[in-house]
């Protein structure tokens, strides 16, 4: 499965639990919210096991605004690591 597919798949289940915001900026809030519960399961020296859970749930709020907004996230993640790749380090290398 791709990540559009993913996206797909993850937008339709929160359609079908009704759980879909009325604004971009509410689910964006939400984006937020499950970065501070990641930051959460980093507060001791080593991230606790629940921190990779945490970071599937930013993807997938991530993912429901770009199948919402008829993002093709796919394409603009690998277009934004060619851009990237091509900016070169911009005089960051240590
Ligand atoms: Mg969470």
Known sequence: ???NEIAKQN???VEKMGWHNKTTLEALALVA???GEAINE???EKPTQAFGEELADIILRVLDI???QD???EKEVLDKM???ER?????RIK
């Open 71 to 73: 993002i093709n996230i």
């Open 11 to 13: 937008y339709l289940w």
């Open 33 to 35: 919210s499950e970065v």
């Open 42 to 44: 980093c507060r001791n």
């Open 87 to 91: 900016r070169g380090s911009r005089g």
């Open 66 to 68: 770009a199948y919402w």
């Open 82 to 84: 060619a851009k990237n």
């Open 1 to 3: 499965m791709n990540i």
